[in-house]
Nanobody
Framework: QVQLVESGGGLVQPGGSLRLSCVAS????????GGWYRQAPGKQRELVAH???????NYADSVKGRFTISRDNAKSTVYLQMNSLKPEDTAVYYC???????????WGQGTQVTVSS
């Protein structure tokens, strides 16, 4: 069983920045892909950013150039640096990790990000 714990969410003004962290209970991020989804009220969950075990990344078009995903294997942590935040970025952000050899995906509990003046 893998546990993921997110932190770093909060209230920020438009144009501001936040960094989300996702800490795993084991060294799962060093050899598996992971990333972040978000879900806004009344909307479907959408992929925000993904990072492979080889550090290849991809992003939703809506966040390209503003968000950066990274990983620290020594800390079993994946980060999401969010800059130039917009009100439409307001959502609950969830991290995940794919355990490919078990065909499993684990999720964190989510962290709220609110962008408002």
């Amino acid at each position: 069983q893998v546990q993921l714990v997110e932190s770093g969410g909060g209230l920020v003004q438009p144009g501001g920045s936040l960094r989300l962290s996702c800490v795993a209970s084991g060294s799962v991020f060093s050899s598996n892909a992971g990333g972040w989804y978000r879900q806004a009220p009344g909307k479907q969950r959408e992929l925000v950013a993904h990072i492979t075990s080889g550090d290849n990344t991809n992003y939703a078009d809506s966040v390209k150039g503003r968000f950066t995903i990274s990983r620290d294997n020594a800390k079993s942590t994946v980060y999401l640096q969010m800059n130039s935040l917009k009100p439409e970025d307001t959502a609950v952000y969830y991290c995940y990790v794919n355990i490919d050899h078990l065909s499993l995906r684990y999720w964190g509990q989510g962290t709220q990000v609110t962008v408002s003046s």
